[in-house]
């Protein structure tokens, strides 16, 4: 628990390995410059390799797409610069999201990892290596600067826990179990002083925060992190979390997401394109509209009412119960 | 009606409608204008507007929900000051506004007192004693302790649940009445 704390010190949690500088032709998030890089091998293009060998293939390589959108959120990049975006559109490594007051996107990673950011959130994507027959090719490292972030993870940090690097703000997310799992965190770097939260769906995290160290968060358990107040408090159930708290947690956990599941990205991109092209066009004469009177069931996420007064399996709110 | 709503829900294993909640609140508002610190109809509103704050995700409107029980609470209390549930409430919403002093501390400890014997009551002062642990006088602490003894006694799934979810392991497994609740887990630690 300790230790895969101690894995971060050294040159910086998020730090590209070694081997990522060096070694330029060895990992992306798609199949496209693998086959590339193999055709030119065939062919003996030595020529071509040179030439690819002078790019970075992270910055190259497309990430992953967004796969599905509320409001307005924008993506900066070295190459394309700062513009709006749209459901399908592709992104790579380097780039810059940046959500506004009402804006919210669900981001999804060739390895089928999914990233949601909520409102007034950035984030950037530092580094991703996915190479589907090579696992030892695979790195993933994704920077919440500010607002709120779900992370669940995808093929690289399943199989490979160590793979993947997440920090918020100034502290870094570890995690401590294998086959996968569903975060939540939330932080403000805007204050003098980082404050945040995060909270586990599924899986066992661990954070080092600039207070100190939250060793573990197990699945539905949540622990804040704020300056002064003698240390940190130990994680409670979601549920006996600050109102303020659950609420955030709950919005991104409202929002539904696509399987975990690697990808061909540029394939999956166009698909959601199409099928939200498909979805904006006016019904047709076989059927009305959805009713739009009709609450959704995340109104009470999960649970009967009765269950949402009772706090975490227990308890009640209001008498007689 | 409001309490018929209120049964109804309850035996209910479907979400309910965030406009039946509204109209049931309805209910209740228009009760206090005929009697405007009716203590029943008081705590039944603070009860939904927590279960607003459950629901809601934006964190402003769910402050505005939890701070508007808690003010409902104390409301209520004022009117019946022997009302263990009103004192569990209160509890609970100040845990939820993340205001640990030392009103929560007497609520826990009014709620205790007050109904000993009372499962829900149980479940809710061990529920936020629990989240409150670390600042808990040793008073508090033994009595929260006595609370899981007599939990034991017919409601000793749920009380087990509550001290599961906060990996508290170490308050129940010496009590012989949970360990066959208890006795898996208790083996691992």
Not at chain 1, 128 to 153: E, Q, T
């Amino acid at each position: 628990m300790i230790d895969s704390i101690k894995l971060f010190k050294g040159g910086g949690p998020c730090e590209a390995p070694i081997a990522a500088k060096t070694r330029p032709a060895v990992g992306y998030c798609e199949g496209f410059l693998y086959k590339l890089c193999k055709a030119a091998r065939a062919l003996g293009g030595v020529v071509l390799l040179t030439v690819l060998g002078s790019f970075s293939i992270d910055a190259l390589a497309q990430a992953g797409y967004v796969h599905a959108i509320s409001g307005t959120v924008f993506a900066r990049d070295a190459s394309a610069g700062r513009g709006p975006l749209k459901v399908g559109d592709t992104f790579a490594v380097g780039t810059f999201f940046d959500t506004g007051d009402s804006g919210r996107v669900v981001l999804k990673f060739a390895d089928g990892q999914v990233v949601v950011l909520g409102p007034n959130s950035t984030a950037h994507v530092d580094r991703c290596r996915y190479d589907p027959r090579n696992g030892k090719a695979r790195s993933l490292a994704i920077r919440l600067v500010n607002g709120s972030m779900r992370f669940v993870a995808g093929a690289i940090a399943a199989e490979n826990r160590e793979a993947a690097c997440v920090s918020a703000g100034e502290s870094t997310i570890t995690i401590l179990s294998d086959g996968g799992v569903d975060f939540t965190v939330v932080v403000d770097t805007r204050l003098s002083e980082e404050v945040g939260v995060a909270a586990a769906t599924a899986g066992e995290i661990a954070v080092r925060t600039p207070y100190g160290p939250i060793p573990r968060i197990e699945a539905d358990q949540a622990a804040p992190w704020r300056p002064g107040r003698g240390g940190l408090p130990p994680p409670l159930p979601l549920a006996a979390m600050p109102a303020v708290i659950q609420a955030q947690v709950a919005a991104m956990l409202a929002i539904a997401l696509p399987t975990n599941a690697p990808v061909d990205v540029n394939a999956a991109a166009k698909a959601v394109a199409l099928e939200t092209t498909l979805a904006a066009l006016p019904p047709t004469a076989a059927g009305p509209a959805a009713s739009a009177s009709q609450f959704p069931a995340s109104v009470f996420p999960g649970t009967p009412l009765s269950s949402t007064v009772t706090p975490a399996g227990g308890g009640c709110v209001g008498s007689p119960c | 009606m409001a309490q018929f709503e209120f049964e109804r829900w309850t035996s209910a294993n479907s979400p309910v409608d965030i406009r039946e909640v509204n109209r049931v609140e309805k209910y209740l508002s228009d009760s206090l204008q005929y009697a405007p610190a009716n203590p029943w109809a008081l705590e039944k509103i603070g009860a939904l507007e927590l279960a607003r704050m459950r629901a809601s995700g934006i964190p402003r409107e769910a402050l505005a929900a939890t701070r508007d029980a808690r003010a409902r609470f104390r409301e209520a209390l004022l009117q019946r000051p022997t009302a263990p549930f009103l004192w569990a409430n209160l509890a609970l919403s100040k845990l939820y506004l993340d205001e640990i002093d030392d009103e929560l501390f007497a609520a826990l400890r009014h709620a205790g007192e007050l109904g000993p014997w009372e499962p829900t009551i149980q479940q809710m002062t061990l529920f936020v004693g629990l989240a409150v642990w670390p600042q808990l006088d040793s008073g508090l602490r033994q009595e929260l302790v006595r609370t899981i003894e007599r939990g034991a006694s017919g409601n000793a799934n749920k009380m087990y649940e509550i001290v599961k979810r906060y990996r508290r392991f170490d308050l129940i497994c010496d009590m012989s009445k949970y360990n066959y609740i208890g006795g898996k887990d208790c083996s691992k630690q």
